[in-house]
């Protein structure tokens, strides 16, 4: 894309963007191919209750790194398709657990197997690339958790005035 080879670096965030809108329009389509209804927002969510059973709001937000108002939303758009109930807890009746419902449980079965394909089709892609994404994604989480981009760029200001000066 022309843009990006006039904007270099600092379109990061946009380009990144562009390649997540890429990745989850194909989402929706193999979602489709394999004939599930299912939005791939709720992909996160659906994942830890099908591989670990009934969660708290509070304990899904935290597994999967979004907030709690985030996951409530997506849990109401679930419930309304029948994937998932809330279920008040036994020993604590203020205690409001989340879990799959029949047809969600029905559907882990078949969405493991469109996993194993997709993990395969990414393999694919992984060997063809020069480069291993999925590990560099990693990595950048790694350090910009250690140093933000914001403070790295706060340095680059200070030492580019400092130098001007």
């Known amino acids: 894309m022309k843009l990006f080879e006039k904007t270099g670096k600092m379109a990061l965030g946009s380009r990144l963007r562009l390649m997540t809108a890429r990745i989850t ?55 309304v398709t029948g994937l998932v109930q809330e279920i008040k807890g036994a020993a604590d009746k203020r205690r409001t657990l989340v879990a799959l419902t029949k047809k969600g449980e029905e559907m882990s079965g078949p969405m493991k197997i469109q ?24 990595e950048w ?8 981009l914001l403070t790295r760029v706060d340095e680059q200001k200070k030492l580019r005035e400092r130098n001007n000066s």
């Open 25 to 79: 329009d194909d989402a929706v389509r193999i979602y489709e191919l394999y004939e599930v209804e299912f939005s791939p927002k709720w992909f996160p969510v659906f994942f830890v209750l099908a591989e670990d059973g009934e969660h708290t709001i509070t304990e899904i937000a935290h597994k999967i790194g979004h907030s709690q108002p985030s996951v409530s939303k997506l849990i109401r758009e679930m419930t």
């Open 115 to 138: 996993c194993a394909d997709i993990n395969a089709a990414i393999d694919t892609i992984i060997a063809e690339a020069q480069h291993n994404l999925w590990e560099a994604i990693e």
């Open 141 to 148: 989480e790694t350090l910009l958790d250690k140093k933000s």
